[in-house]
């Protein structure tokens, strides 16, 4: 089946420990992007990339890092740097000839 | 002014009904345009582009005013399955970024 798939579904992490979320998509789509949810404000975009080997940091990019070494997966990590890391944690990815984004299942991250 | 705005709701309506809301955009030049469905504690799932022509998906249907900068989604004989948060999208300024309103929590009531 063509999709995108995030994992962990669920992960809890203590303060101070970096995590990686995974996100890989077989859509063979050139620009996958990541975005944090919060309740009552939307989407906010963290890290997207349009190409192997490069990204750009969206609106809220501080304590986040990402990697594109594979076309098929941008995964995410989250560094103790980020102040309230908490929250629901959305990958998408989309062709270059539209603007159309398509999104994975997500990873509820939460900080014990 | 926020870039891309919604009224959050919560739009409560009755089945059958027919429910409209907008989403306004603040710059004249975004080029692309999409509302998203996103059901509680899901990922939001594309429900239609908006073309400059309007469009229309069955009961929905989706409509762009550029003078006035809003596009709008119409919801014709609401079904309670249509109870969901609607996420409208916009490309403000021509790379590949889309930003996204907020949502509109929307409750069909039998």
């Known amino acids: 089946d063509g999709g995108i798939t995030q994992s962990p579904k669920y992960l809890f992490r203590k303060e101070g420990q970096n995590v990686t979320l995974s996100c890989e998509q077989n859509?063979?789509?050139?620009?996958m992007y990541w975005y944090r949810q919060d309740p009552g404000q939307g989407l906010r975009l963290i890290y997207y990339s349009q190409i192997v080997n490069d990204f750009q940091k969206g609106d809220i990019a501080e304590g986040y890092s990402v990697s594109r070494e594979k076309k098929e997966s941008f995964p995410l990590t989250v560094t103790s740097a980020q102040k309230n890391p908490t929250a629901f944690y959305l990958c998408?990815?989309?062709?270059?000839?539209?603007?159309?984004?398509?999104f994975g299942p997500g990873t509820r991250l939460t900080v014990l | 002014r926020k870039e891309v705005e919604q009224d959050p709701g919560p739009f409560n309506v009755p089945e059958g009904a027919t429910v409209a809301f907008n989403c306004t955009y603040s710059?004249?030049?975004?080029?692309?345009f999409f509302w998203y469905r996103q059901d509680c504690r899901k990922e939001p799932k594309l429900l239609m582009s908006?073309?400059?022509s309007g469009n229309e998906d069955g009961r929905f249907t989706a409509q762009l005013n550029r003078a006035s900068q809003y596009i709008s989604l119409l919801i014709r004989d609401s079904k309670l399955s249509d109870s969901a948060t609607y996420l409208c999208?916009?490309?403000?300024?021509?790379?590949?970024?889309?930003?996204f309103g907020t949502g509109t929590r929307l409750t069909i009531i039998p």
């Open positions: 998408a990815s989309g062709t270059s000839s539209t603007d159309t984004q398509y």
């Open positions: 710059n004249s030049a975004s080029q692309s």
């Open positions: 908006v073309y400059s």
């Open positions: 859509l063979n789509h050139d620009a």
């Open positions: 999208a916009v490309n403000l300024g021509g790379n590949e970024k889309l930003t």
